[in-house]
């Protein structure tokens, strides 16, 4: 039996999601590095982010699954169809980690004085994928 990296994520919620979904298709999955990213995240690039692996043969399957979740497009929770407010594109990036704020500028400036050891904040956010406009959607 051989476990393949499926796909790879910074925030450990998505990760959990995804092998829910995957497990509710009958496919088992496993979470790695899931722990030390979440406490530090400048693990992140060290460890190649959260994996979701799978078994080899369950791959091409997940692989399927995770491509139309991607290709559908992001709702709120009153299942309206989430657009940019720039272009109006619904090709987003959702729980897009941006670095474009006071508090996160300074987050990643205090944490490479302190040695890295304290969590960065980012900010959660959609980002357009033709445009690039990041924006939070109105009510969270
Ligand atoms: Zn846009």
């Not at 657009?83 to 897009?96: D, M």
Request: glycine content about 6%; hydrophobic content about 35%.
């Amino acid at each position: 039996m051989q476990l393949v990296t499926v796909k790879t994520f910074e925030d450990h919620f998505q990760a959990r999601l995804l092998e829910s979904k995957l497990e509710s298709e009958g496919i088992p999955s496993v979470v790695l590095y899931e722990n030390i990213i979440t406490l530090n995240r400048m693990y992140n690039v060290a460890m190649g982010g959260i994996l979701l692996k799978v078994h080899s043969d369950d791959y091409e399957r997940s692989r399927k699954i995770i491509i139309d979740i991607d290709n559908s497009p992001w709702t709120d929770e009153d299942d309206q169809i989430l657009e940019c407010p720039k272009c109006q594109s619904t090709n987003l990036y959702g729980g897009f980690l941006s670095f474009r704020s006071l508090p996160a500028i300074l987050a990643v400036f205090i944490s490479f004085i302190a040695g890295g050891c304290y969590p960065i904040y980012f900010k959660s956010v959609y980002r357009c994928k033709k445009c690039g406009t990041e924006f939070k959607n109105v009510g969270e």
